[in-house]
């Protein structure tokens, strides 16, 4: 019924864990619908692949909110079970709201890396956009994978390069014709939203750890990103990159560059909001049998 009990993070995802637990968590809580409004196209795609089956038991890594872990309950059923872990104290306060009306579906206040999962226990582990940021993917992924029962399933998205994100590229564009390309700092935590771009080191990730009938498909979806320009672009104001991007800008110059996205953004404008598109793995694999 959408509880939530807690077990200590190690100090090797401290970092992650610092950024999520803290204000980040906080601001995405606020920005929650949106959020999940923003990757509702991913969701039904994530939970298509998934394939759950009533009765089965699920694992979400990364689960926010509680938004897909809600959907997991609901075609588990009430013979099923799922667990929603994530390292956000925040988020995860919203999620046991979210899903106090389904008695199958709990989470856990844990880092998926270091934390133990139980040794196969599941049918399935199921992740949106949460794989990305473990300080070392091969033991998260390995963690992961010790979950899951001989022949269970993994399924997960994460994000493909960040230079194929219309979401980001197009106002990023159009801000750069008015304000300096802003100096990268390669330790910026967002940048860990793109570490498994490549399909190649995903392949690889997901074999050393023991997993088979890999598949990693390009997935697209048009991205909800606010009711209008004005809403978008004050959204955008707030976001981790938008601040990077005019980190070192002055007044005068970043209110042209917020002009110029808005002006980029109205091309984007349909009846329903602004979308822009965004590009994802849809990644799929199974437990090697014992």
């Not at 008015?178 to 935590?189: A, G, N």
């Not at 009711?227 to 110059?253: K, P, Y």
Request: glycine fraction near 10%; hydrophobic fraction near 45%.
């Amino acid at each position: 019924m959408g509880n939530v009990s807690s077990d200590s993070a190690e100090l090797d995802n401290a970092g992650m864990v610092q950024v999520w637990d803290g204000q980040v968590g906080r601001d995405w809580v606020a920005e929650q619908d949106r959020y999940a409004r923003m990757n509702a196209g991913f969701t039904e795609m994530l939970l298509a692949a998934a394939a759950v089956q009533p009765g089965e038991r699920v694992l979400e890594v990364g689960c926010g909110f509680g938004a897909v872990a809600y959907r997991l309950g609901e075609l588990a059923g009430p013979a099923g079970e799922v667990v929603g872990v994530d390292v956000s104290g925040p988020m995860l306060e919203v999620a046991a709201e979210r899903a106090a009306d389904l008695a199958q579906v709990s989470f856990r206040h844990d880092d998926a890396q270091e934390g133990d999962l139980g040794e196969a226990s599941y049918a399935l582990a199921v992740s949106q956009f949460g794989v990305m940021f473990f300080a070392d993917p091969a033991k998260a992924i390995g963690n992961i994978v010790s979950a899951l029962r001989p022949g269970g399933r993994l399924a997960f998205t994460c994000w493909q390069d960040m230079s194929l994100q219309p979401r980001i590229v197009v106002p990023a564009a159009a801000a750069l014709t008015h304000i300096p390309v802003p100096e990268m700092d390669q330790d910026f935590w967002g940048l860990k939203a793109f570490s498994l771009a490549d399909p190649q080191a995903i392949e690889d990730l997901l074999g050393h750890a023991g997993l088979a009938d890999i598949r990693i498909e390009p997935a697209t979806s048009p991205e909800y990103l606010g009711s209008d320009v004005a809403d978008t672009v004050e959204f955008m104001r707030r976001t981790e990159f938008g601040q990077l991007l005019f980190a070192d800008v002055d007044n005068q110059t970043a209110e042209r560059g917020w002009d110029a996205v808005a002006t980029a953004l109205t091309d984007h404008q349909t009846s329903d909001g602004v979308y822009l598109d965004g590009a994802a793995w849809l990644v799929t694999a199974r437990r090697e049998p014992a």
